[in-house]
């Protein structure tokens, strides 16, 4: 089995940074000067940080990855040097991979590797994992119990794997492509962005067929007359994939059709 990889040329990389923001997983990180890819588990292999890349240092490589093994990753990131190793193991420790970061750490000591003094590293802010508690942060007084909302649904199915390219609903439609978070998120969902629209949904983090929802659109995107596309997204790194996703498939339909995109934030808002 083979996954996609982001690979960087170090001869080209400046080290400017400009990739860090848009790197879905906060895999990658600026180290001695370079973007480096600190960790093969959170990369998965979607390229959002490839278009920021202003030296056109990074691309899309396709390796063996049927077994995650950190003894054999940890061959690799030693020879980054210490700050590598620590960046790796904070990385680890910071999406609770206790278990990968005890191998790693075991594979240090078997080697006689020195082991980076973890305290003063800082967290990887790799905020689509990270633990929020926001139950007294949204509290509405109403006590009228009979509002009642209508839905805009238009289409069924609505998620990106199941529906069908040919399907009617897509002709001459403009186009929503949600992010699966968003309707939870964003309390008007309904009125504010799905009324009149062909709805379709999928997560780029956690969805597998990523190279298949690629094809379906491009599919779609060829065949039928698309007036529109909206795209909503959440704030978090990995949903940047989404743009991505829409974008390749834009590209391999030789369409050109302006996108609009929404961010919301984890608090509900517009970005």
Known sequence: MKRRIIKIDED????????????PEGALQIIDGKARLISDLFCDGLGACIK???????????????????SKVMVNIVKGGLNVIKAHLKHL??????????????????????????????SCGCTGSMPKDMRNQFRIENNNNNIQMNSELRNWPIQL????????YFDNADLLIAADCIPFSYPN?????????????????LDIDINGYIEKLTNIFSNKNINSI???????????????IVQKALEMANKNIIIKEYIISIDGNII
């Open 189 to 205: 969902f309904h009125s504010r962005f799905l009324k009149n629209k062909t709805l379709l949904m999928f997560c780029p983090k």
């Open 230 to 244: 909206s795209i909503v997204r959440m704030e978090v790194p990995c949903c940047g994939g989404v743009e991505m």
């Open 161 to 168: 794997k199941l529906v069908n390219p040919n399907a009617n």
């Open 93 to 122: 420790k910071d999406h609770g991979e206790d278990k990968l970061f005890n191998e790693a750490m075991k594979y240090l000591k078997d080697n006689n590797m020195e082991v980076p003094d973890m305290e003063e590293s800082k």
């Open 52 to 70: 920021a890349c202003p030296e056109n240092a990074m691309e899309i490589e396709e390796r063996e990855a049927e077994e995650y093994n950190e």
């Open 12 to 23: 080209k990389c400046t080290g400017c940074g400009v990739c860090i923001p848009d790197c």
